[in-house]
């Protein structure tokens, strides 16, 4: 298979997950970054300027098109990279190489905003900012995937097992807005670690303080959050005791439905996620793993965002 041949193919939305508009427009967005990082890696290698003048020697065996190409199939199935060189015509080398080179761009990118096609979140402090200042509530939830487990003896180890999953796993939090459209994604944690501390690891406390006009409906992994800022934050309420009367259980189910039906939109764009292989159960080494979440999230806000 020639390489048009295989750029024409993979390039469809099936493999990359991304329409071939949308997929142009990126391609467009970062090539110049690439390049710049390709240059600053080629100035480190030599140790001076270039001698030549640009655009001698050798060509790359893939151009940028196609490094982005075979690392939208990779993030979309997981795909060994010794079947994409096939493919290609190279060696599992140049795909690997690819890869190393365009995820990092794609995991910078940061999300997209509705309605501002110039404007991309990247941090948590700017994710309230932009609440504050459009007057979006916010929907959290966390969400963990299964990673490889830690090799026998080596510290740490236990921190990955999920006290809910049973699993060696890695945890992230979603914030989204009403509509379910991903703005930001992060605070990422192995699977020991409890949601509210990992958002507390990551300066929420302080956000919501800093940001008073901020609401945000959580689930019951978050009371902690929701008994510090009452005004701020909305979690389920509390189920009563044993000895409650029908008509109470009865308005607390009532209650509990309603608050659980205007956060399940945080659900959805976690399941649009994880219609990406790797973020139902990531084989790869656990260090990419935060990488890899952040450049699919970033690419499912784009569309999400068009809603």
């Not at 308005?251 to 039906?261: K, P």
Request: proline content about 5%.
């Amino acid at each position: 298979m020639t390489q048009y041949l295989a750029r024409t193919a993979l390039s469809h939305r099936i493999c990359t997950g991304l329409s071939r508009r949308r997929l142009g427009a990126l391609i467009g967005e970062l090539a110049s970054p690439w390049m710049a990082s390709e240059a600053g890696r080629l100035h480190e290698r030599r140790g001076h300027e270039r001698l030549r003048v640009a655009g001698a020697g050798p060509n790359h065996e893939l151009v940028f098109t196609d490094r982005m190409i075979a690392t939208l199939v990779i993030l979309r199935f997981q795909l060994p990279h010794a079947a994409l060189a096939l493919f290609y015509g190279v060696d599992r080398s140049t795909i690997t190489r690819a890869v190393h080179e365009i995820r990092p761009l794609l995991a910078a990118r940061g999300f997209a905003v509705p309605g501002q096609p110039d404007l991309r979140l990247r941090t948590l402090a700017g994710v309230f900012a932009h609440a504050a200042a459009k007057g979006v509530e916010l929907r959290s939830d966390g969400t963990e995937v299964q990673v490889r487990r830690p090799r026998a003896n080596k510290p740490g180890r236990r921190a990955f097992v999920s006290g809910k999953r049973r699993q060696n796993t890695k945890k992230a939090t979603v914030i989204t807005d009403g509509k379910g459209r991903t703005l930001w994604t992060g605070a990422f944690r192995p699977g020991r670690m409890h949601d509210q501390t990992a958002l507390k690891t990551e300066g929420i406390w302080d956000l919501f303080e800093q940001f008073p006009g901020v609401r945000a409906k959580v689930d019951a992994g978050y009371l902690g959050l929701a008994r510090d800022f009452p005004n701020q934050v909305e979690a389920p309420p509390k189920k009563p005791n044993k000895d409650a009367t029908p008509e109470e259980l009865a308005v607390w189910e009532r209650v509990r439905h309603q608050q659980s039906s205007e956060r399940i939109c945080v659900e959805h764009g976690n399941a649009e996620h994880k219609q990406w292989r790797p973020l139902q159960r990531w084989i790869g080494r656990r260090e990419y793993y935060d990488e890899i979440h952040s450049a699919v999230a970033g690419l499912v806000s784009d569309r999400a965002a068009e809603r």
